[in-house]
């Protein structure tokens, strides 16, 4: 069975920095994609970032160039590092899994319990 196991939220004051880990347990060969979302009170989950296993990035608009997507193939991790917070960052962040192999369903996204990150101003 594959879990997503995140860590690394916390709260923080506007302009500071968190970063946020992801690591999937289990019997896990390998990982095509590896992201993060978010979603805040009232809102609809929305995509953060994401990595391929080739290292291939997506970032949201209004997070580019302050927060940077990286991953550790070997280890299937995926990190999140955030710099510059701002309140409008404040969500739990989930961290998701696509194309996992082996998997006893495969097409199957995997995501984690999620982790709260509060910017305060």
């Known amino acids: 069975q594959v879990q997503l196991v995140e860590s690394g939220g916390g709260l923080v004051q506007a302009g500071g920095s968190l970063r946020l880990s992801c690591a999937a347990s289990g019997s896990v060969l390998s990982i095509k994609s590896m992201g993060w979302y978010r979603q805040a009170p009232g809102k609809q989950r929305e995509l953060v970032a994401a990595i391929t296993s080739d290292g291939g990035t997506n970032y949201r608009d209004s997070v580019k160039g302050r927060f940077t997507i990286s991953r550790v193939n070997a280890k299937n991790t995926v990190y999140l590092q955030m710099n510059s917070l701002k309140p409008e960052d404040t969500a739990v962040y989930y961290c998701?899994?696509?194309?996992?192999?082996?998997?006893?369903?495969?097409?199957?996204?995997?995501w984690g319990q999620g982790t709260q990150v509060t910017v305060s101003s």
């Open positions: 998701n899994a696509d194309g996992v192999f082996p998997s006893t369903t495969p097409g199957r996204t995997y």
